[in-house]
């Protein structure tokens, strides 16, 4: 039997390359899956190549109302919601602290930390209402040390981290588990892409070549985890860090000949 059946899934950024990568992957399973995003065009597009048990709704994570919209539409449409992944989030446009304007930083962590702060906070009495379920908060292989140039986005993930481990001792009484997942370089636009207002992309400052795995990672390497972590199999798995990156915060895997 499916690991999702009969439980309803919200991803938000759910038309993104991951964020459409994990709902694909809990659809599969059996879930039904709530597909939030700002863009109406792809989400709605998403939701009818899925088909049953699939429904769009427009989803802005700064604004607490949009928030409960969403919420009570997952409600609505499939009677409960059982799991939170707080997908959606942007990267600003490289630039050192002292040439990072007011207006990138607050947008920045608007999205990536309160975004993600709302979601939590209008899901955990829905949760709770369905007897307990879980959340994943997205981050990244950024909120485990410093970046130059991405101050807005680092921070922004580093709190994610806290914030995290604050709503894991807050719910975990009430049957509701909440994690951490840290992708690193996954093949995705958002880093194959220029952030708005830039003109390089996150790809170009990126080789695989050095990582223990050479390789760029999927977003379906995300999703499989994503799906653990989700799933009653990881039900004693709270507060807890998730790394997938191919090995590249363990520094570079020297090439040397046998001996």
């Given at each position: 039997?499916?690991?999702?059946d009969?439980?309803?899934?919200?991803?938000?950024?759910?038309?993104?390359?991951?964020?459409a990568?994990h709902?694909?992957?809990?659809?599969?399973?059996?879930?039904n899956?709530?597909?939030?995003d700002?863009?109406?065009?792809?989400?709605?597009a998403?939701?009818?190549?899925?088909?049953?048990r699939?429904?769009?709704?427009?989803?802005?994570?700064?604004?607490?109302s949009?928030w409960?919209?969403?919420?009570l539409a997952?409600?609505?449409?499939?009677?409960?919601?059982?799991v939170?992944?707080?997908n959606?989030?942007?990267?600003?446009?490289?630039?050192?602290i002292?040439?990072?304007?007011?207006?990138?930083?607050s947008?920045?962590?608007?999205?990536?930390?309160?975004g993600?702060?709302?979601g939590?906070?209008?899901?955990?009495?829905?949760?709770?209402?369905?007897?307990?379920g879980?959340?994943?908060?997205?981050?990244?292989?950024?909120?485990?040390?410093?970046?130059?140039?991405?101050?807005?986005?680092?921070?922004?993930?580093?709190?994610?981290?806290?914030?995290?481990?604050?709503?894991?001792?807050?719910?975990?009484?009430?049957?509701?588990?909440?994690?951490t997942?840290?992708?690193?370089?996954?093949?995705?636009?958002?880093?194959?892409?220029?952030?708005?207002?830039a003109?390089?992309?996150?790809?170009?400052?990126?080789?695989?070549?050095?990582?223990?795995i050479p390789?760029?990672?999927?977003?379906?390497?995300?999703?499989r985890l994503?799906?653990?972590l989700?799933?009653?199999?990881?039900s004693f798995?709270?507060?807890?860090?998730?790394?997938?990156?191919g090995?590249?915060?363990?520094?570079?895997?020297l090439?040397?000949?046998?001996?």
């Open positions: 039997m499916p690991r999702f009969n439980q309803t899934v919200l991803v938000t950024g759910g038309t993104g390359g991951q964020g990568s709902v694909r992957a809990f659809h599969a399973e059996g879930a899956v709530v597909i939030g700002i863009d109406a065009e792809r989400g709605a998403l939701a009818a190549e899925l088909g049953t699939a429904h769009f709704i427009r989803l802005d994570v700064t604004d607490e949009s409960c919209a969403a919420v997952a409600e609505s449409a499939f009677g409960a919601l059982n939170l992944v707080n959606a989030g942007v990267q600003n446009p490289p630039a050192p002292e040439k990072t304007d007011q207006a990138t930083w947008r920045i962590l608007d999205i990536n930390l309160t993600t702060f709302l939590i906070k209008v899901a955990a009495p829905a949760l709770r209402r369905a007897g307990g879980a959340i994943v908060n997205i981050a990244s292989t950024m909120s485990l040390g410093g970046t130059a140039h991405y101050a807005p986005y680092v921070a922004s993930k580093w709190a994610v981290r806290g914030l995290t481990r604050t709503a894991a001792l807050e719910l975990g009484r009430d049957n509701i588990r909440v994690n997942i840290h992708p690193g370089v996954i093949a995705t636009s958002f880093i194959h892409e220029p952030a708005v207002g003109t390089v992309a996150i790809a170009d400052f990126y080789s695989p070549e050095p990582f223990a390789r760029l990672g999927e977003p379906t390497d995300v999703s994503l799906l653990f989700t799933s009653s199999d990881a798995i709270t507060g807890s860090e998730y790394v997938i990156d090995g590249l915060l363990l520094g570079p895997a090439q040397t000949e046998a001996a």
